[in-house]
């Protein structure tokens, strides 16, 4: 069980890294990698890491690759995040920034 979830993880990784890839050229069929990467984590009930899952949006699983299409902003009143907003769609996600350690890289 454990080797076919370490497979499976592999495979997302690839689809996800595939997508990025092919996105500038054909944007269609990059979404279609990233929507069969996001179906292979929900049938294996893989659970993805979170620098693999802020590479792409949930809603229309665009990949971001440059600045073409995502926009980023942190913002600092009340508890500080970083806002991640989709170019395509518009869908907004919001990420908490952890104040008192070294902050991380958000989007790698």
Do not use: W
Not at 48 to 63: H, I, Q, V
Not at 72 to 92: L, N
Request: charged share 35%; net charge positive.
């Amino acid at each position: 069980m454990r080797r076919l979830r370490k497979k499976a993880f592999n495979h997302v990784r690839r689809a996800l890294d595939f997508a990025a890839k092919i996105y500038p050229e054909s944007p269609e069929n990059a979404r279609e990698a990233v929507r069969l990467a996001m179906k292979i984590c929900q049938k294996k009930r893989i659970r993805l890491p979170p620098e693999l899952r802020r590479r792409f949006c949930r809603k229309c699983a665009t990949p971001f690759v440059g600045s073409s299409t995502f926009t980023v902003r942190v913002r600092g009143r009340g508890s500080p995040h970083v806002v991640v907003r989709c170019k395509f769609c518009g869908h907004v996600r919001r990420y908490a920034i952890k104040l008192g350690r070294k902050t991380e890289t958000i989007l790698k």
